[in-house]
């Protein structure tokens, strides 16, 4: 998604109206680290043919042939598989780069029937109940199964991933295999990715567009070499401050192994650097002071990058 054969196919959704799509885009800074990880959104951003304000949108959109791939919820995915039907449109679930997250349930607060509530929660989260979020349709035999629509849900409970349940369910998959834990001390990037994407991407989306079809259109190595570290650049605010390019390429190595000499030198600087920005993030006048900020710099450095590739074609 990230590359030049995707420009203007890619469907995404606006992470300060998706939380899911926010989780998404937090998950890729952690996993990749916040350089690599903005690197690669970027391109994709610079890909994308539009910023949905509902992941519901997207699902559809790709399978009515008005992008070719798109970022969603794996149930609005899958659902959509398969009302389309016919192996025309899939759900991928990248191992270690998908966002995988329980549903919550809680009873409210004043609820008229607590207790009857309470019984329905811990119902819910029983075997028998939990299957059903996976069961396929008129299954032979079965006593409890979903008679018009499949939820296309997976089980919260790990004791239900076993080949007697999977085997009647329609997508046979674990998520337990597909996840894997973040070290201990990598932090969370949530609360500023919504902020980031719009200063970055959303608010000057055409600008992007422009600066990045200007890049793999370029023909001349040198000259798109120096035009992709032009627009890789960020504020100076939006810039993990490294303390030599050794620790920029090995971090996560460091980050990983407790005993290692520079850990918890990495641990510091991931504190300091995320620690203002949250703190930032919480007062509107810090959010639109800072948003101004960053869309003057990124419009400034798309603007250079379509220079350079004017340059290079005169």
């Known amino acids: 998604m990230a590359t030049g054969e995707y420009f203007n196919w890619i469907a995404l959704a606006d992470p300060s109206h998706s939380g899911s799509i926010a989780v998404t885009y937090n998950l890729i800074l952690r996993r990749l680290g916040w350089d690599d990880g903005w690197s690669m959104l970027r391109r994709v951003f610079g890909n994308a043919r539009y910023f949905a304000s509902s992941a519901s949108k997207i699902p559809i959109d790709v399978s009515a042939g008005e992008a070719a791939v798109g970022m969603c919820i794996d149930f609005y995915g899958r659902f959509q598989a398969g009302a389309i039907g016919g192996g025309r449109v899939a759900y991928v679930a990248p191992r270690y ?5 329980a549903d919550p349930i809680s009873i409210l607060r004043g609820a008229p029937h607590p207790d009857l509530a309470h019984e329905f929660v811990l119902w819910l989260l029983r075997p028998e109940p939990q299957n059903l979020w996976q069961r396929c349709l008129h299954l032979p035999r079965v006593r409890v199964a979903p008679v018009r629509f499949e939820l296309r849900r997976l089980p919260v409970r790990r004791d239900l991933y076993t080949d007697q349940y999977i085997q009647g369910w329609t997508d046979q998959v674990n998520p337990f295999d597909q996840a894997r834990s973040f070290p201990v001390n990598m932090p969370s990037f949530y609360s500023v990715v919504g902020l980031v ?12 567009r422009d600066a990045w079809r200007a890049i793999i259109s370029c023909k001349e190595p040198v000259c798109r070499e120096k035009m992709i570290g032009v627009f890789d650049q960020m504020p100076a605010q939006l810039i993990l401050p490294w303390t030599d390019d050794e620790l920029r390429r ?11 000499g520079r850990h918890h030198e990495v641990v510091s600087i991931l504190a300091k650097f995320v620690g203002p920005l949250q703190s930032g993030m919480q007062g509107q006048q810090w959010r639109v002071k800072q948003r101004s900020r960053w869309i003057k710099f990124f419009r400034a450095q798309y603007q250079q990058v379509r220079c350079l590739a004017e340059e290079d074609y005169w």
Do not use: K, P, V
């Open 97 to 101: 780069l998908t966002a995988i997250t």
């Open 197 to 208: 994407c719009h200063a970055m991407a959303i608010d000057i989306h055409d600008e992007l």
């Open 250 to 260: 090995s971090w996560q190595e460091n980050l990983q192994d407790e005993g290692h």
